[in-house]
């Protein structure tokens, strides 16, 4: 496993994202309220860039005709055809049980800085 400092964690605020490119591979790194998640910037349907928007939340399934939001802060949608995926573990929303995902990479904060692990 090869170790990557991304910056400095006073320099990387939550709220914040950014891509970083280790070895020729864009990763998309974010800070949802000092969580930090890192996952492969390139969408696996069509190759959208993942870094585009913030984390967001989505429908949840409910009852018929009832309506609730859910999962604020954490999925990332593709900004091309709109497929929702977990910062988690890089999951489909909706069919989590499928192949279509996104690479989900180890990120910590050591002392104070934020490290990404390839």
């Not at 591979?25 to 930090?36: H, K, Q, R």
């Not at 499928?98 to 692990?117: A, G, M, S």
């Amino acid at each position: 496993m090869s170790r990557h400092v991304v910056d400095r964690l006073t320099d990387f605020p939550a709220g914040t994202r950014r891509v970083v490119t280790v070895d020729g591979v864009e990763i998309a790194v974010f800070n949802v309220d000092g969580a930090f998640h890192a996952l492969r910037n390139s969408c696996p349907h069509r190759g959208a860039p993942m870094c585009t928007h913030a984390p967001t939340g989505t429908m949840l399934a409910d009852t018929p005709h009832e309506y609730s939001y859910g999962l604020d802060d954490q999925l990332v949608r593709c900004p091309w055809h709109g497929y929702e995926f977990r910062l988690s573990d890089g999951r489909s929303v909706v069919s989590p049980d499928v192949k279509l995902r996104l690479r989900v990479y180890d990120i910590k904060v050591e002392q104070d800085t934020v490290v990404l692990y390839t």
